[in-house]
Protein backbone atom coordinates (compact mmCIF):
# COMPACT_ATOMS: atom_id res chain seq x y z
CA UNK A 1 0.00 0.00 0.00
CA UNK A 2 1.35 4.00 -0.63
CA UNK A 3 2.12 6.26 1.90
CA UNK A 4 -0.62 8.30 2.00
CA UNK A 5 -0.27 12.01 3.16
CA UNK A 6 -2.91 14.51 4.73
CA UNK A 7 -4.70 15.60 7.51
CA UNK A 8 -5.35 13.09 10.36
CA UNK A 9 -8.62 12.88 9.68
CA UNK A 10 -7.95 11.94 5.85
CA UNK A 11 -5.72 9.45 6.95
CA UNK A 12 -7.46 7.46 9.55
CA UNK A 13 -10.37 7.41 6.85
CA UNK A 14 -8.54 6.32 4.06
CA UNK A 15 -6.50 3.58 6.16
CA UNK A 16 -9.72 2.16 7.77
CA UNK A 17 -11.18 1.92 3.91
CA UNK A 18 -7.82 -0.07 2.84
CA UNK A 19 -7.71 -2.30 6.21
CA UNK A 20 -11.80 -2.96 5.37
CA UNK A 21 -11.08 -3.44 1.73
CA UNK A 22 -8.62 -5.57 2.24
CA UNK A 23 -10.48 -7.98 4.69
CA UNK A 24 -13.27 -8.09 2.11
CA UNK A 25 -10.67 -9.39 -0.68
CA UNK A 26 -8.69 -11.49 1.75
CA UNK A 27 -9.95 -11.71 4.98
CA UNK A 28 -9.51 -13.34 7.99
CA UNK A 29 -6.49 -11.53 8.56
CA UNK A 30 -3.99 -11.08 11.92
CA UNK A 31 -2.87 -7.66 13.04
CA UNK A 32 0.28 -8.12 12.54
CA UNK A 33 -0.69 -8.89 8.42
CA UNK A 34 -2.60 -5.39 8.14
CA UNK A 35 0.48 -3.84 9.62
CA UNK A 36 2.83 -5.08 6.74
CA UNK A 37 -0.34 -4.46 3.68
CA UNK A 38 -0.94 -0.46 5.33
CA UNK A 39 3.07 0.34 7.12
CA UNK A 40 0.82 1.20 9.92
CA UNK A 41 2.65 0.65 13.32
CA UNK A 42 1.43 -1.63 16.06
CA UNK A 43 -0.32 0.54 18.21
CA UNK A 44 -1.79 2.57 14.91
CA UNK A 45 -3.26 -0.57 13.78
CA UNK A 46 -4.29 -1.72 17.35
CA UNK A 47 -6.64 1.92 17.64
CA UNK A 48 -7.98 1.40 14.11
CA UNK A 49 -9.13 -1.87 14.78
CA UNK A 50 -10.73 -1.15 17.89
CA UNK A 51 -12.41 1.68 15.87
CA UNK A 52 -13.95 -0.88 13.73
CA UNK A 53 -14.74 -3.52 15.96
CA UNK A 54 -16.56 -0.55 17.67
CA UNK A 55 -18.57 0.48 14.65
CA UNK A 56 -19.37 -2.97 13.83
CA UNK A 57 -17.53 -3.10 11.13
CA UNK A 58 -15.39 -5.75 11.70
CA UNK A 59 -15.13 -9.05 13.99
CA UNK A 60 -12.76 -11.27 15.93
CA UNK A 61 -13.20 -14.33 14.24
CA UNK A 62 -10.50 -17.28 15.92
CA UNK A 63 -7.28 -17.44 15.99
CA UNK A 64 -4.56 -18.64 13.20
CA UNK A 65 -3.72 -22.12 13.08
CA UNK A 66 -0.32 -23.33 12.49
CA UNK A 67 1.75 -20.66 14.74
CA UNK A 68 3.92 -21.68 17.13
CA UNK A 69 3.99 -19.30 20.54
CA UNK A 70 0.77 -17.53 21.22
CA UNK A 71 -1.74 -17.68 18.87
CA UNK A 72 -2.42 -14.81 16.41
CA UNK A 73 -6.09 -12.91 16.58
CA UNK A 74 -8.29 -13.04 13.42
CA UNK A 75 -10.07 -9.90 12.26
CA UNK A 76 -12.90 -10.33 9.63
CA UNK A 77 -15.50 -7.91 8.18
CA UNK A 78 -18.76 -8.05 9.82
CA UNK A 79 -21.01 -9.45 7.21
CA UNK A 80 -24.05 -8.45 8.85
CA UNK A 81 -23.03 -4.37 8.65
CA UNK A 82 -24.70 -3.66 5.49
CA UNK A 83 -27.41 -5.54 3.39
CA UNK A 84 -28.39 -4.69 0.01
CA UNK A 85 -31.44 -6.18 -2.23
CA UNK A 86 -31.19 -6.55 -6.01
CA UNK A 87 -34.26 -7.32 -7.88
CA UNK A 88 -35.05 -8.37 -11.69
CA UNK A 89 -38.51 -7.43 -13.15
CA UNK A 90 -39.47 -9.31 -16.02
CA UNK A 91 -42.92 -10.36 -18.16
CA UNK A 92 -42.63 -13.31 -16.17
CA UNK A 93 -42.40 -12.79 -12.68
CA UNK A 94 -40.14 -10.89 -9.91
CA UNK A 95 -36.81 -12.39 -8.92
CA UNK A 96 -35.59 -10.82 -6.19
CA UNK A 97 -32.53 -11.23 -3.43
CA UNK A 98 -31.06 -9.99 -0.15
CA UNK A 99 -27.44 -10.35 0.41
CA UNK A 100 -25.11 -9.09 3.30
CA UNK A 101 -22.17 -6.76 2.53
CA UNK A 102 -20.08 -10.36 1.63
CA UNK A 103 -21.98 -10.76 -1.01
CA UNK A 104 -23.79 -14.07 0.86
CA UNK A 105 -27.50 -14.52 -0.44
CA UNK A 106 -29.16 -14.39 2.95
CA UNK A 107 -32.74 -14.66 1.15
CA UNK A 108 -34.24 -15.03 -1.84
CA UNK A 109 -38.22 -14.48 -3.18
CA UNK A 110 -39.69 -15.02 -6.83
CA UNK A 111 -42.85 -14.49 -7.90
CA UNK A 112 -44.33 -15.82 -10.91
CA UNK A 113 -46.83 -14.22 -13.29
CA UNK A 114 -48.43 -14.53 -17.02
CA UNK A 115 -47.00 -12.49 -19.35
CA UNK A 116 -50.52 -10.78 -19.93
CA UNK A 117 -51.22 -10.70 -16.67
CA UNK A 118 -52.74 -6.95 -15.27
CA UNK A 119 -51.74 -6.17 -11.70
CA UNK A 120 -51.06 -3.24 -9.53
CA UNK A 121 -47.11 -2.89 -9.76
CA UNK A 122 -46.51 -1.11 -6.17
CA UNK A 123 -48.41 -4.08 -4.50
CA UNK A 124 -46.72 -6.59 -6.06
CA UNK A 125 -43.18 -5.38 -5.85
CA UNK A 126 -43.89 -5.03 -1.73
CA UNK A 127 -45.16 -8.35 -1.51
CA UNK A 128 -41.91 -9.67 -2.62
CA UNK A 129 -39.78 -7.31 -0.68
CA UNK A 130 -41.40 -8.06 2.62
CA UNK A 131 -41.30 -11.59 1.82
CA UNK A 132 -37.25 -11.16 1.46
CA UNK A 133 -36.63 -9.11 4.78
CA UNK A 134 -39.30 -11.61 6.92
CA UNK A 135 -37.23 -14.59 5.61
CA UNK A 136 -33.92 -12.53 6.39
CA UNK A 137 -34.86 -11.50 9.84
CA UNK A 138 -33.57 -8.14 8.54
CA UNK A 139 -35.87 -4.39 8.76
CA UNK A 140 -36.29 -2.33 5.66
CA UNK A 141 -33.97 0.49 7.11
CA UNK A 142 -30.77 -2.12 7.63
CA UNK A 143 -31.15 -2.40 3.91
CA UNK A 144 -28.32 0.37 2.50
CA UNK A 145 -28.90 -0.44 -1.26
CA UNK A 146 -31.60 -1.44 -3.50
CA UNK A 147 -31.40 -1.94 -7.18
CA UNK A 148 -34.17 -2.77 -9.17
CA UNK A 149 -33.68 -4.05 -12.72
CA UNK A 150 -36.39 -3.86 -15.74
CA UNK A 151 -36.63 -4.23 -19.32
CA UNK A 152 -37.05 -1.15 -21.72
CA UNK A 153 -36.01 2.14 -21.62
CA UNK A 154 -35.08 3.09 -17.90
CA UNK A 155 -35.02 7.08 -16.31
CA UNK A 156 -32.53 6.33 -14.30
CA UNK A 157 -32.38 10.14 -12.77
CA UNK A 158 -36.47 9.50 -11.71
CA UNK A 159 -36.42 5.69 -10.54
CA UNK A 160 -39.40 4.39 -13.32
CA UNK A 161 -39.77 2.69 -16.21
CA UNK A 162 -39.73 5.46 -19.52
CA UNK A 163 -40.92 2.97 -21.96
CA UNK A 164 -41.12 -0.78 -21.24
CA UNK A 165 -43.55 -2.82 -24.27
CA UNK A 166 -43.00 -6.08 -21.99
CA UNK A 167 -44.01 -4.10 -18.74
CA UNK A 168 -47.24 -1.76 -19.48
CA UNK A 169 -48.11 -2.53 -15.61
CA UNK A 170 -44.96 -0.81 -14.45
CA UNK A 171 -44.80 2.09 -16.47
CA UNK A 172 -45.41 5.84 -14.84
CA UNK A 173 -44.47 3.44 -11.23
CA UNK A 174 -42.03 5.64 -9.48
CA UNK A 175 -40.37 2.55 -8.30
CA UNK A 176 -37.51 4.77 -6.25
CA UNK A 177 -39.64 7.02 -4.55
CA UNK A 178 -41.83 4.47 -3.22
CA UNK A 179 -38.49 2.37 -1.97
CA UNK A 180 -37.04 5.07 -0.59
CA UNK A 181 -40.18 5.80 1.83
CA UNK A 182 -39.81 2.40 2.76
CA UNK A 183 -36.71 1.75 3.43
CA UNK A 184 -36.17 5.32 4.44
CA UNK A 185 -33.24 6.69 2.45
CA UNK A 186 -32.71 7.22 -1.39
CA UNK A 187 -30.31 4.88 -2.44
CA UNK A 188 -32.57 3.16 -4.72
CA UNK A 189 -31.18 2.73 -8.65
CA UNK A 190 -33.58 1.62 -11.24
CA UNK A 191 -31.31 0.20 -14.17
CA UNK A 192 -31.85 -1.58 -18.03
CA UNK A 193 -32.03 -5.04 -16.80
CA UNK A 194 -29.32 -6.56 -19.89
CA UNK A 195 -26.98 -3.67 -18.84
CA UNK A 196 -27.25 -5.50 -15.46
CA UNK A 197 -26.51 -8.69 -17.11
CA UNK A 198 -23.50 -7.44 -18.28
CA UNK A 199 -22.42 -6.40 -15.28
CA UNK A 200 -22.68 -10.02 -13.94
CA UNK A 201 -20.88 -11.60 -17.28
CA UNK A 202 -18.13 -9.15 -16.43
CA UNK A 203 -18.16 -9.78 -12.73
CA UNK A 204 -18.57 -13.66 -13.01
CA UNK A 205 -18.87 -14.78 -16.20
CA UNK A 206 -17.33 -14.79 -19.76
CA UNK A 207 -16.24 -11.38 -19.61
CA UNK A 208 -14.16 -11.25 -16.34
CA UNK A 209 -11.29 -9.31 -16.95
CA UNK A 210 -12.59 -8.22 -20.13
CA UNK A 211 -13.02 -3.77 -20.25
CA UNK A 212 -14.92 -3.40 -23.25
CA UNK A 213 -17.69 -6.06 -24.30
CA UNK A 214 -21.24 -6.13 -26.15
CA UNK A 215 -23.75 -8.53 -24.69
CA UNK A 216 -26.33 -9.16 -27.35
CA UNK A 217 -29.33 -10.08 -25.51
CA UNK A 218 -31.75 -12.43 -26.88
CA UNK A 219 -34.49 -13.16 -24.55
CA UNK A 220 -38.43 -11.78 -24.58
CA UNK A 221 -36.98 -9.24 -26.14
CA UNK A 222 -33.44 -8.84 -28.35
CA UNK A 223 -31.00 -5.76 -26.99
CA UNK A 224 -27.82 -5.02 -25.84
CA UNK A 225 -25.44 -4.43 -22.75
CA UNK A 226 -22.26 -2.30 -23.80
CA UNK A 227 -19.63 -2.09 -21.50
CA UNK A 228 -16.55 0.56 -22.85
CA UNK A 229 -13.48 1.13 -20.36
CA UNK A 230 -14.93 -0.73 -18.00
CA UNK A 231 -18.23 1.29 -17.48
CA UNK A 232 -21.35 0.92 -18.65
CA UNK A 233 -22.63 2.78 -22.14
CA UNK A 234 -26.18 4.00 -21.35
CA UNK A 235 -26.14 7.11 -24.04
CA UNK A 236 -27.52 10.29 -23.26
CA UNK A 237 -31.59 9.38 -22.61
CA UNK A 238 -30.46 6.25 -21.16
CA UNK A 239 -31.61 4.36 -24.40
CA UNK A 240 -28.16 2.72 -25.35
CA UNK A 241 -28.08 -0.89 -26.44
CA UNK A 242 -31.80 -0.68 -27.32
CA UNK A 243 -31.28 -2.98 -30.86
CA UNK A 244 -34.61 -4.32 -31.44
CA UNK A 245 -35.75 -1.03 -33.39
CA UNK A 246 -33.00 -1.34 -35.17
CA UNK A 247 -33.77 -1.68 -39.01
CA UNK A 248 -32.73 -4.56 -41.14
CA UNK A 249 -33.88 -6.82 -44.12
CA UNK A 250 -36.98 -8.86 -43.67
CA UNK A 251 -35.10 -12.28 -44.65
CA UNK A 252 -31.38 -12.69 -43.60
CA UNK A 253 -31.50 -16.20 -44.49
CA UNK A 254 -29.19 -15.65 -47.48
CA UNK A 255 -32.49 -15.40 -50.17
CA UNK A 256 -33.22 -11.83 -51.74
CA UNK A 257 -34.49 -9.39 -48.93
CA UNK A 258 -38.21 -8.78 -48.80
CA UNK A 259 -38.35 -5.44 -47.18
CA UNK A 260 -37.30 -3.83 -43.67
CA UNK A 261 -38.25 -4.75 -40.35
CA UNK A 262 -37.28 -3.61 -37.14
CA UNK A 263 -35.01 -6.46 -35.49
CA UNK A 264 -37.05 -7.39 -32.64
CA UNK A 265 -39.25 -8.81 -35.05
CA UNK A 266 -36.79 -11.64 -36.02
CA UNK A 267 -34.94 -12.35 -32.86
CA UNK A 268 -38.13 -12.01 -30.35
CA UNK A 269 -38.84 -14.95 -28.40
CA UNK A 270 -42.09 -15.63 -30.74
CA UNK A 271 -39.83 -14.90 -34.05
CA UNK A 272 -37.27 -17.48 -32.36
CA UNK A 273 -40.10 -20.24 -31.60
CA UNK A 274 -41.72 -19.92 -35.43
CA UNK A 275 -37.95 -20.27 -36.88
CA UNK A 276 -37.77 -23.64 -34.66
CA UNK A 277 -40.76 -24.89 -35.26
CA UNK A 278 -40.20 -24.53 -39.05
CA UNK A 279 -36.87 -26.61 -39.00
CA UNK A 280 -38.50 -29.51 -36.63
CA UNK A 281 -37.19 -28.62 -33.54
CA UNK A 282 -38.76 -30.88 -30.60
CA UNK A 283 -38.15 -30.48 -26.67
CA UNK A 284 -40.66 -29.39 -23.63
CA UNK A 285 -40.58 -25.80 -25.12
CA UNK A 286 -38.82 -23.95 -27.64
CA UNK A 287 -35.63 -23.01 -25.22
CA UNK A 288 -35.12 -27.04 -24.44
CA UNK A 289 -35.81 -27.89 -28.20
CA UNK A 290 -32.92 -25.16 -29.12
CA UNK A 291 -30.88 -26.30 -26.08
CA UNK A 292 -31.15 -30.24 -27.14
CA UNK A 293 -30.40 -29.52 -30.28
CA UNK A 294 -27.46 -27.42 -29.96
CA UNK A 295 -26.31 -30.51 -27.90
CA UNK A 296 -26.60 -32.86 -30.30
CA UNK A 297 -25.51 -30.98 -33.27
CA UNK A 298 -28.73 -30.91 -35.20
CA UNK A 299 -30.53 -28.74 -37.48
CA UNK A 300 -27.81 -26.88 -38.56
CA UNK A 301 -30.41 -25.07 -40.89
CA UNK A 302 -31.85 -23.56 -37.80
CA UNK A 303 -28.60 -22.28 -36.26
CA UNK A 304 -27.01 -20.63 -39.68
CA UNK A 305 -30.74 -18.91 -40.50
CA UNK A 306 -30.45 -17.53 -36.45
CA UNK A 307 -26.73 -16.67 -36.45
CA UNK A 308 -27.79 -14.50 -40.11
CA UNK A 309 -30.70 -12.85 -38.02
CA UNK A 310 -27.90 -11.91 -35.16
CA UNK A 311 -25.30 -10.85 -37.41
CA UNK A 312 -27.34 -8.43 -38.78
CA UNK A 313 -27.92 -7.10 -35.75
CA UNK A 314 -24.11 -7.03 -34.51
CA UNK A 315 -22.47 -6.30 -37.51
CA UNK A 316 -23.00 -2.72 -37.16
CA UNK A 317 -22.09 -2.56 -33.81
CA UNK A 318 -19.15 -4.37 -33.51
CA UNK A 319 -18.10 -1.88 -36.45
CA UNK A 320 -18.58 1.06 -34.37
CA UNK A 321 -17.55 0.10 -30.74
CA UNK A 322 -14.75 -2.24 -31.92
CA UNK A 323 -15.27 -4.65 -28.88
CA UNK A 324 -12.60 -7.12 -27.70
CA UNK A 325 -15.95 -8.89 -27.05
CA UNK A 326 -19.23 -10.53 -27.81
CA UNK A 327 -21.29 -12.22 -25.47
CA UNK A 328 -24.43 -13.99 -26.53
CA UNK A 329 -26.95 -14.19 -23.62
CA UNK A 330 -30.60 -13.76 -23.02
CA UNK A 331 -32.39 -17.20 -22.53
CA UNK A 332 -31.73 -18.05 -26.21
CA UNK A 333 -28.44 -17.14 -26.55
CA UNK A 334 -27.46 -19.46 -23.54
CA UNK A 335 -29.34 -22.46 -25.43
CA UNK A 336 -27.93 -21.76 -29.33
CA UNK A 337 -24.51 -22.00 -27.43
CA UNK A 338 -21.61 -23.31 -29.77
CA UNK A 339 -23.63 -23.89 -32.87
CA UNK A 340 -24.79 -19.85 -32.85
CA UNK A 341 -21.09 -18.88 -32.21
CA UNK A 342 -19.62 -20.68 -34.88
CA UNK A 343 -22.14 -19.58 -37.42
CA UNK A 344 -21.94 -15.93 -36.15
CA UNK A 345 -18.37 -16.15 -36.58
CA UNK A 346 -18.22 -17.45 -40.00
CA UNK A 347 -20.63 -14.76 -41.51
CA UNK A 348 -18.76 -11.53 -39.43
CA UNK A 349 -15.39 -12.76 -40.82
CA UNK A 350 -15.73 -11.28 -44.25
CA UNK A 351 -17.56 -8.00 -42.42
CA UNK A 352 -15.61 -7.04 -40.05
CA UNK A 353 -11.64 -5.99 -40.14
CA UNK A 354 -10.90 -6.71 -36.40
CA UNK A 355 -13.16 -9.50 -35.26
CA UNK A 356 -13.62 -9.78 -31.62
CA UNK A 357 -13.51 -13.03 -29.70
CA UNK A 358 -17.53 -14.40 -29.83
CA UNK A 359 -18.69 -16.57 -26.99
CA UNK A 360 -21.61 -18.07 -25.14
CA UNK A 361 -22.95 -16.39 -22.25
CA UNK A 362 -21.51 -18.15 -18.27
CA UNK A 363 -24.23 -16.43 -16.17
CA UNK A 364 -26.81 -18.55 -14.99
CA UNK A 365 -31.00 -16.91 -15.48
CA UNK A 366 -31.07 -14.88 -12.64
CA UNK A 367 -27.81 -12.78 -13.88
CA UNK A 368 -29.67 -9.81 -14.27
CA UNK A 369 -31.02 -10.11 -10.63
CA UNK A 370 -27.32 -11.26 -9.75
CA UNK A 371 -26.03 -8.44 -11.17
CA UNK A 372 -28.75 -5.81 -9.53
CA UNK A 373 -26.95 -7.64 -6.46
CA UNK A 374 -23.55 -6.82 -7.47
CA UNK A 375 -24.09 -3.55 -8.55
CA UNK A 376 -25.73 -2.48 -4.89
CA UNK A 377 -22.78 -4.05 -3.47
CA UNK A 378 -20.62 -1.64 -5.07
CA UNK A 379 -22.35 1.48 -4.09
CA UNK A 380 -22.89 0.16 -0.17
CA UNK A 381 -19.23 -1.01 0.03
CA UNK A 382 -18.16 2.37 -1.24
CA UNK A 383 -19.89 4.15 1.20
CA UNK A 384 -19.50 2.04 4.00
CA UNK A 385 -15.79 2.00 3.45
CA UNK A 386 -15.79 5.99 2.54
CA UNK A 387 -17.47 6.52 6.04
CA UNK A 388 -15.21 4.33 7.92
CA UNK A 389 -16.12 4.48 11.62
CA UNK A 390 -16.56 7.93 12.17
CA UNK A 391 -19.49 7.33 10.01
CA UNK A 392 -20.90 5.40 12.59
CA UNK A 393 -20.46 7.57 15.74
CA UNK A 394 -17.00 6.46 16.18
CA UNK A 395 -14.62 9.61 17.58
Given at each position: MDVLAGSPRVLRTLNEKAVLERLLSAGPLTRTELEAFTGLSKPAMFELLRRLEAAGLIYRDGEKAGTSGPKAGLWSIEPTSSFVVGID?????INAAL???TGKTIATAYRACEPDERYDAHDRLFNVVEELTQQAAVQPGAIDQFVVGLPGIVDIEHGNL???QQLPNWEGFHIADAISEWIGHGHVLIENDVNLAA???MSSGVARGIQSFILFWMGDGVGAGVVIDGKLLRGTTGAAGELGGIVVARRTDGSQP?????LENLLSQSAIEELAASYGLTGADCVDAIRRAAKAHDHPGFFAELAQRVTAGLA???GILDPQMVVLGGVMGRAAGAPLVEHVIENLRPLIVSLPVIVPSAVKESGARDGAVALALRHARERLFSGGSAARGQP
Amino acid sequence: MDVLAGSPRVLRTLNEKAVLERLLSAGPLTRTELEAFTGLSKPAMFELLRRLEAAGLIYRDGEKAGTSGPKAGLWSIEPTSSFVVGIDVTRHGINAALADLTGKTIATAYRACEPDERYDAHDRLFNVVEELTQQAAVQPGAIDQFVVGLPGIVDIEHGNLRKGQQLPNWEGFHIADAISEWIGHGHVLIENDVNLAALEEMSSGVARGIQSFILFWMGDGVGAGVVIDGKLLRGTTGAAGELGGIVVARRTDGSQPDGLAPLENLLSQSAIEELAASYGLTGADCVDAIRRAAKAHDHPGFFAELAQRVTAGLAGAIGILDPQMVVLGGVMGRAAGAPLVEHVIENLRPLIVSLPVIVPSAVKESGARDGAVALALRHARERLFSGGSAARGQP
